[in-house]
């Protein structure tokens, strides 16, 4: 029994067994091989696994998400039998009597390449399938396990980090909890892991992966951080006691369900839920929130293989409103570039990429994806009670520019018969300093400000949230952050916008009385918080003195 410590970032316990978490890109060597027919025989060992492979992840993915998004796996078997791409990886074998992982490896870089260099987008968006293939053949050829191993059992993820598009392509059916060598608890992955409400623990150093391997025991407990490797029979049954009290609470908090989020003075909050996609509805349901107080549209650009189109995006914000039913769903358009990159935007390598080519500074730049999205949002505004709200906001002529942009595709819609509600409220997230520093500017330009903590501390306090070194140096309650907070509530009450908070400071129930007091509107949080957050609502009186 070993016990590592880190960070717990969504408090919940999970004993089950590792599944290490295997990159998609594998490295690999170069190595010098005599026998080179038997090198070409490997290859087509290989290629057969693939298909194999590909077949049985296209007939999943037929079933769970239908016909437009398994075609790609069909394309990806097609690509395999591909004759020039077969022709280079077996010259560069018999030419350079080398194995086939590096001849695949230098095939895929080179075809990779050459796709990403064509002036087609169609074309262009093979380069990441090429990718793919390549990976899955190399892993295929080196017998690492493929994910699709048909085995239903929840498994524990470890991994020494994960980036948002590798959690995303997880099979969140099968993941019992996370478990991350690095990573800080701000990050998209630390995010992703609250909203689908598994136990997940961060950071336990450096050392944690070195120890683990595939279908070892393992304890994670959410609350604490712990994490026990190869638990005894003492300890397996403490936790799973501490599971069950864990239950009983939650079962507790269902009693809340249906009430009301108001104060012992009166005082009513909205309490919205955050989703990543539109799978994550079910859980804003069975939670009881109000409304989606951010919708990041961003994670249907990560989980495409190529630029949504309007269609999709249509369809994606039309089944969230339909099945919000009336209640408020606020979608934040496009917030891509620092830690969320998706290999089809191209962006180019930025030394400081949080300070970089993101969010509204690409939609500005690139207005042709800007105005898919809107257009999708705004059809899709028929359909239910929609805001549109843009991130990283600075100054007064970017929200001009964004509103413009609106304004436009309003114009074409109106033009083109294609309904839309007149009723989209508009807004901007304050999660830089400059937002909140001139709010009373912004302010008057919008209907609402959702305030991103986790961006708005980070530049506040100059600490990069993705470096996990920083987290002691991040006081997330720290008066700079609450100040901006409190300023941007002010002005944008004065001048008739609402404001909520959407960073994951807002399910801080330390600071929910704080945050009452400073008039916040709406708190939005990861679905499981919806309950916790009301619970502390109805427990505050705000006519008493502030503790
Ligand atoms: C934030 O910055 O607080 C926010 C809600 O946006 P994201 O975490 O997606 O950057
Ligand atoms: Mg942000």
Known sequence: MKKFSGKGVYGAIAIGSVSVFKRQEASVRRTHIDDTAAELERVENAKALATEQLSA????????????HAQIFEIHMMMLEDDDYNDSIRNIIETQSVNAEYAVAVTSDNFAEMFASMDDAYMQARSADVKDISNRLIACLSGAADSEDGSDEKMIVCADDLAPSET???????????????????????????????????????????EIKDGDRLIVDGHTGTVILDPDEKTIAEYTEKQ???????????????????TKDGTSVKIYANIGGVDGIGTVLANDAGGIGLFRSEFLYLESEDYPTEEQQFTA???????????????????????????????????????????????????????????????????????????MITSVSEVE????????????????????????????????????????????????????????????????????????????????????????????????????????????????????????????????????????VRSLDLSAEQK
């Not at 909203?195 to 992966?209: D, R």
């Not at 069950?244 to 108001?262: S, T, V």
Request: proline content about 3%; some cysteine.
């Open 317 to 391: 914000y039309r089944k969230v409103l339909e099945s919000m039913a009336g209640k408020k769903v606020i979608i934040r358009t496009l917030d891509i570039g620092a830690d969320k990159q998706i290999d089809y935007f191209k962006l180019d390598k930025e030394d400081n990429p949080a300070l970089g080519f993101r969010a509204v500074r690409i939609c500005l730049t690139r207005p042709e994806i800007f105005r898919t999205q809107l257009r999708a949002l705004y059809r899709a505004s028929a359909f239910g009670e929609l805001g549109i709200m843009f991130p």
């Open 57 to 68: 992840v296209y007939e999943k993915a037929l079933k769970e998400v239908g016909e437009t």
């Open 401 to 536: 520019q964004c509103l413009e942009m609106c304004e436009q595709v309003k114009r074409e819609l109106t033009d083109e018969d294609i309904p839309f509600s007149d009723k989209v409220e508009l807004g901007i997230m304050i999660e830089t300093p400059a937002a909140a520093v001139i709010s009373d500017r912004l302010a008057p330009l919008v209907d609402f400000f959702s305030v991103g903590t986790n961006d708005l501390t980070q530049y506040t306090l100059a600490c990069d949230r993705q470096n996990a070194k920083l987290e002691r140096f991040v006081d997330t309650h720290h008066e700079a952050v609450l100040r901006l907070i409190e300023m941007s509530a002010k002005n944008a009450h004065e001048k008739g916008a609402w404001i909520g908070i959407c960073g994951e400071l807002a399910a801080d129930t330390e600071l929910t009385e704080t945050f009452l007091r400073m008039g916040i509107d709406e708190l939005s949080v990861s679905a499981p918080f919806v309950l916790p957050v009301r619970e502390k």
């Open 168 to 210: 995303v392509s997880l099979d969140k059916d099968r993941v019992l909890a996370f478990v991350t060598a690095f990573g800080s608890s701000n990050s998209h992955t630390a995010i992703l892991a609250r909203n689908m409400n598994i136990p997940a623990v961060i950071s336990v150093g450096e050392g944690f992966i070195s």
């Open 244 to 262: 069950q009290e864990d239950a009983r609470k939650k079962a507790l908090l269902q009693e809340l369900k249906g009430k009301e989020n108001i």
